[in-house]
């Protein structure tokens, strides 16, 4: 293709720059062959031109259309050159804030100086088994793709991490063995992740340090193999080190510092372990204080050392370990200060000050003696052939002596920290692969470059070497397997350069050559190199003002070498002496360790193989053997560990990651050009770029360019075969055949072509968008015109028809007008006529008034003077006639008292009288008789004088009401007629007075009227002013009634708001508690899991060793739980087999219950709830009490002839309640009997049966009939005593009334009672009671009555002294739960401290505790319960022996013929015949068979499909109500725990099986609603038959397993919502996101050599048909199994959210999503989901709310993003969406086409500051293995059990019904 049709006007290229290294500029003309400059015009608006080089003729690189700008891979642009490199990476790093880049097999890390949330763990679940180029470029993609080819390739695998100090290496590698770590885990209980994520600290402190381009740069090289098992887990690590600056230690350029352990000692200088180190500030350390920066900002130091010793006892690394490194290291800052002086006399001697302080704690550090060391740092020995001289050291000599010393010394505790970090990483199984991490130091260029920068250039050398060749090799690989003809690309090759360095005669050769020379220097070794390799290769230069340095062209720049220094650092020499004086150390056993003679004592790789302990020797110096023939230089070692470190990689997939320091300043995503583009020459991206651009750089698939351009197309170019559609129209749109080649599945382009393409498929369619706007905006003049038209006419008519409404009011208002005249006129004649009027009346009024009252008071006074004549002359007659009456009465008593006495003279003189006595006894039985009779009469009489007297008491009662009323108003009226005789006298004087007064009213009446006049006038304007004042209080008064109408409003909707929003967190708290829960029943189903693996594996292991026996692993918590109960729970009779039961099954000690502790905690609340229910019972009986004493004490106002009657039947209430008592205990011991009682004496029917019942009712009886003849008895005797007592109140009368009164004060029945005891005892009869029968029957049963009711009431008083005992035992009772609440609590809390191993060790011990005080418990009432078995025992033998004899009573009556004639036959009862129950028989061996025929063998589809939904669950309910029937809990608890193991186990092994899983999910919950239904509790029954009812459940409380059986059905819904994921899983990303469902909205854009999947539907993707045909296949599964409704809709809810959090995750981690027809897709997706729930009937599911954070994404894609309220619309529609997302939707969103715009940062800066107050999660992604919190709401069955029938195909024919 031409230039002239590239490079048009309005074209933009890139043009070179001083400052920003390139500059885009567009083209103000065409370009024509033949132009010597370029017209342009910058972005700056200002023009400029630029030359072309007539030679070369080459023109500035042409930039790339802006929707190839921002891609993921550098490959994917069209125009591949370092400018478009360089913007892309700009455009990611500042615009989108992407750190991460692709460049073909190269990930490009840009270090962002700032925390980002990026390397979470749900970021790490998101890409976890994703395709590298599926999601956005990340660290943990390269990490992923390393682990996946591991295990897919069986081939180890290498991540290379290079980059300038600062750029990141460390923490990239930090991040890609977390990722391992998290992704894989342990193979081992050890933790090994944790270890290998735990070195990273220990070695950041003893190998990194601050530098001027990094706070924590690390100067050493690492390569770190992460070893794993055949199941790919970790097992182990090693690690390898490289090249120790050990400079460091003893000097620092300005602004950097030592290595960070040294700080971390100061700062902990005040802990009390190392107070013995004498540390102090790092200031006063040389070796610290060099740099002048011993302080790194936000960096503690003191909490870093707590991190690193943390790691090292993690690492193994025991605490006098420790404290040995640490003195170790301070030594060596004290060496470091010891001072060296010079002697005066002679400079080559030099000395140290005798008692050198830090000398001396140097000595006392080590424990060396301080003589020796002073002398030897002074000091050199030399060894000749035969003789040894002792030679003293110049000054300078000896301080490089010091320093060497102090370097071996670190690097010696440098190497031993890594030999014991490996030996505690060392894999304890054998390894099968691994993934090396190599993080090494880049290229490298300073002012002065040393022999470590040398080194360091050399590694990167050899390391850009294999990189080139790798990425050659991939190249190659994708032409061959395209079949394209395969052309050799010219690249880099630096083989030349590495020669220059290591071959022979090379650098390295000269420079070990001159270290063994005696008198080798710098100078010589320079020299050297000028006359070996100066002229002779064009990589080797000399400076032209130097003679000690030299320049060599690396791959990346020409570096410049100072020679200085080289030979000293590569011989690294260290005296022996100084050495054999540190290992004579006798209080440091570690500085033997470190300086022993022997190599594996300080190897790093002791134990690895003899190639990794080569490998490490680099860090190990050997100077110090005494044959120095075998020594070997720095260099040399590096070389060697260098080619072995290529050995590694070469054999294993090296993944590349090349970190980037985007500026120099640390500023947060700060870029500088300059700087980026040197490091993207040094490491070799741009070398990748250049290979890739000399191919063919752009790949496209067939399909996807038929999509993409479809539009440059034509109809007829259309065919059915795609490739040779795709053939032909390129052929017609490039010419040039070489531009292109077709692969067997792409087509492969030149650089610039895609660009091509890409501009005449914007000319095509800015082209059909001109004509779309043409027709568009004509139809919008068109539409404007027409309401133009039709709004005149309309305005025209609504004038006019103003206009006529105008007129006909004026017309209105003058008739108004003179109506309203007319009606004036007459109200006011009418007015004046009425006030005339009504002035005549109140004169006439007040005439009238005045002649009435003065008649009034003339009448009054004449009706008061007869009034009090007639009251005077009543009450005189009164007087008179009281006097008379009361003569009279006395006399008459006088008279009676004469005549009695008289009387009771003459019976005197009869009663002594002999002859008297005996003529009364004649007939004294007659008398009795008669006596007898009388009574009989008496008492008759007595009732029908009662009854009288009851009525007369009544009237008497009214009767005296009546007239104390009339007492009481009579007084009244006498108190007003005095009142009112008194006011008589001063109404008098009152009439005087207001006479007087009256003439002074007429006097003032005429001055008031005077002033009314003018007081009217006054009033008239006040009410008119009054009037106004009101208007305006009214309203305000009504706009007060608004306002607080509205307040109230407010106030109302702002309360309803906070209800909702407390209703809502109710709601949240809930499902959080139910959440929290499940997914601690979901982590003991894995720790379930788990403990059945390692049964397992503990099976197979020791499956050889003898007494072993193998258990089932599918025994659950639940099975190991009621097993104990049933053990604990046998019969004592048996514990020998209780023993060998609990030796069979050791492992079930060891169960881990977390349910136990929960159903604990369940039990206590329980146990608290009846509390409180015992406590209001007692405190509501209390109150009753009060209140019925109270109300007795107000009831006692009766009189003294009831108060007995009263106390009597209070009497007889309690005897018949006793009476009834025991009557119940009678028939309680009947039921005893009949139930405990051997069956062949008790039994019903039999002899002994019918004597003991008989007895029984004969006695029953004759308590009845005594009861009888007592009450008769007693009110007999009351009777007799009323009316002895009626004959003497005949002679006192005034006594009872007294008596009466005395008894209506009496308010307490206490007083009552002793008063009608007093009575009794006063009126009793000295021997009446006697006389009534000569046996004194009567009064025997009086006496016995007041024993019973003696007795009755000291029973009472036991019975509630034994109510308080049992309520006191309660009480202890709760208070002895709360403490084992607590004490349960606090061992819950504690374990959840500890760590996993010791957690689970301490509920073991717990568990086996907790099961051993059970059993006692259980052992103490087993012995109790045999002690009352024994006493009951004992007693059926004495009834049956009285039995026995009454027996034998009986038949010796009976002859021994009749004996003989009639044997003792069973007799046999026939059974009614009766309906079926719903209830299923089986033998208990049939159980197994049950179980497995049922549930383990069953095939859910025929079950579905043929039979009712549930019918297992009804199945096992109608056995458990056979088993509750008989009265069996054996039998219930081992048919409850088989059927609960029995589903888990068909769940373990079918557990990816959607159909098996749901089958038993329905049944699981049917069976839980059947013992609801059942379970006979009012709450569960309300919805049940009659018939239903009578099946419930008689003998067992099963609550317990109903909460099991809940936790099993929420595993098995956990496990379903696995199982939909996992199918989901790989449908949900193509079907929701990357299908074109409405085809043509969207085009593809290139993509790079990271292929990611083709949005294009293969026959291998999935589409959203696939999601909504799965869908409805899960859903018809559940459908036919019957599955509660709430739970489908539950199972759906979590199906959805599934989906939407998948799908929105993916879109944030993909920025090829984000795009304005990806949002339009997705809601188009979304709209066919609810389209699905709709047509399921789901609406109400809340399905759809779990997909509002996805439809908000794709709405925000949409959404228009530029201005102000485009901002605030965003912010308030996307509610659902966190800040986060947002913000990273905004950055992520990428034009498809040219007419979409870019975000702007300054609109995502404004919607980051509108947003900030928001509080919601800073967590990027949803997570996607978050589950809703199920519930089961209970649904009863309408259907009959009787009615149930069971299909010969289940194989169930051992079940009988019943």
Known sequence: MAASELFTKFARVWIPDTEDVWKSAELLKDYKPGDTVLHLKLEDDKETQHKIDPQTKELPPLRNPDILVGENDLTALSYLHEPAVLHNLKVRFMDSKLIYTYCGIVLVAINPYEQLPIYGEDIINAYSGQNMGDMDPHIFAVAEEAYKQMARDERNQSIIVSGESGAGKTVSAKYAMRYFAT???????????????????????????????????SRFGKYIEIGFDKRYRIIGANMRTYLLEKSRVVFQAEDERNYHILYQLCASKHLPEFKALRLSHAQNFHYTNLGGSPVI???????????????????????????????ILAAVLHLGNVAIKSNERDADNCFILPNTEHLIIFCDLLGVDYEQMAHWLCHRKIVTGSETYIKPMPKFQAINARDALAKHIYASVFNWIVHHVNKALHASIKQHSFIGVLDIYGFETFEINSFEQFCINYANEKLQQQFNMHVFKLEQEEYMKEQIPWTLIDFYDNQPCINLIEAKLGILDLLDEECKMPRGSDDTWAQKLYNTHLNKTTLFHKPRLSNKAFII????????????GFLEKNKDTVYEEQITVLKASKKLNLLAELFHDEKPATSPTEGRPSVARATVKSAKPRALQPSKEHKKSVGHQFRNSLHLLMETLNATTPHYVRCIKPNDDKFAFTFDPKRAVQQLRACGVLETIRISAAGFPS?????????????????????????????????????????????????????????????????????????????????LQRKKYLRMRKAAITIQRYVRGYQAKCYAQFLRRTRAAILIQKFQRMYSAWQKFLRIRSATIVIQSFVRGFRGRRQFKAILREQKAIILQKHVRSWMARSKYKRTHHAIIYLQCCYRRMMAKRELKKLKIEARSVEHYKTLNIGMENKIMQLQCKVNDQTKEMKSLLEK?????????NETEKLRTEVDRLRANEESAKVSSNKITSLMEEIVILRRELKETQAQKKRLEEGADKYKAETDLMVSQL????????????????????????????????????????????????????SLLNEFCRLEERYDNLKEEISLVNVTKPGHRRTDSTHSSNESEYTYNSLLSSDPGEPEDGTRRMEEFPEQKGALDMSLFLKLQ????????????????????????????????????????????????????????????????????HRALSEKASPAVTAPGSPAYKVLLDQLTASSEELEVRKEEVLILRSQLVSQKEAMAHKESKETMTEPMVLLEDICKMKDQGEITQAYMGLKETNRPSQDCHLLNEDGELWMAYQGLKQTNRLLESQLQGQKKNYENELEILHGEVQNLKEEINRQQQLLAQNLQLPPEARIEASLQHEITRLTNENLDLMEQLEKQDKTVRKLKKQLKVFAKKIGELEVGQTENVSPAQLADEPIRPVNIPRKEKDFQGMLEYKKDDE????????????????????????????????????????????????????INGIKKILKKRSDDFEIVSFWLSNTCRFLHCLKQYSGEEAFMKHNTPRQNDHCLRNFDLAEYRQVISDLAIQIYQQLTKVMENVLQPMIVSGMLEHETIQGVSGLKPTGLRKRTSSVADEGTYTLDSIVRQLNNFHSTMCQHGMDPELIKQIVKQMFYIIGSVTLNNLLLRKDMCSWSKGMQIRYNVSQLEEWLRDKNLQTSGAKETLEPLIQAAQLLQVKKKTDEDAEAICSMCSALTTAQIVKVLNLYTPVNEFEERVTASFIRTIQVRLQNRKDSPQLLMDAKHIFPVTFPFNPSSLALESIQIPSSMNLGFLLRV
């Not at 019925?1188 to 009831?1195: I, L, M, P, V």
């Open 949 to 957: 007297l009851s009525g007369l008491e009544t009237t008497y009662t």
């Open 699 to 779: 790949r496209w698939t067939y399909q996807e360019f038929f999509n993409r351009y479809r539009v440059l197309m034509k109809q007829k170019d259309v065919l059915s075969d795609k490739k040779l559609t795709c053939r032909n129209v390129l052929e017609k749109l490039i010419k040039d055949q070489d531009k292109y080649q077709f692969g067997k599945t792409k087509i492969f382009f030149r650089a610039g072509q895609v660009a091509y393409l890409e501009k005449l498929r914007a000319d095509k369619l800015r082209a059909a968008c001109i004509r779309i706007q043409k027709t568009i905006r004509s139809w």
């Open 553 to 564: 062209q690396h791959f990346a720049d020409k570096v410049e070498y100072q020679c200085e």
């Open 297 to 327: 900002e936000g960096i503690d130091d003191a909490k870093e050392m707590r991190n690193t010793r943390q790691a090292c006892s993690l690492l193994g690394i025991n605490e006098s370990y420790q404290m040995g490194i640490f003195h």
């Open 183 to 217: 992704v894989s885990g342990s193979a081992s209980e050890a933790n090994v992740e944790e270890k290998v994520l735990a070195s990273n600290p220990i070695m950041e402190s003893i190998g990194n340090a601050k530098t001027t381009r990094n706070d924590n740069s």
């Open 1488 to 1539: 197994l068979k049950l179980i497995k025929n049922l549930i383990l063998e069953l095939k859910p589809r025929g079950v579905a499909v043929n039979l009712i939904p549930g019918l297992p669950a009804y199945i096992l309910f109608m056995c458990v109500r056979h088993a509750d029937y008989i009265n069996d809990d054996q039998r219930v608890r081992s048919l409850l725990t088989s059927t």
């Open 1027 to 1078: 009037k106004e004042q009101n208007a305006l209080l009214k309203n305000e008064k009504e706009e007060l009634n608004r306002q607080i109408q509205e307040q109230a409003k407010e106030i109302t909707e702002s309360m309803e708001k906070r209800m909702e929003e407390e209703t809502k967190q109710l709601e949240i708290d809930l499902n959080d508690e139910r959440s929290r829960y499940q």
């Open 1162 to 1229: 369940k039990r206590v609340s329980e146990l608290e709830q009846e509390k409180q229910a015992l406590q209001e019972e007692l405190d509501r009986k209390e109150d009753q009490a009060l209140r019925s004493k109270a109300k007795e004490a107000e009831d006692q106002g009766v009189k003294a002839r009831g108060a007995e009657l009263e106390y009597e039947s209070l009497k007889r209430q309690e005897l018949e309640s006793e009476n009834k008592k025991l009557k119940n205990e009678l028939n309680e011991l």
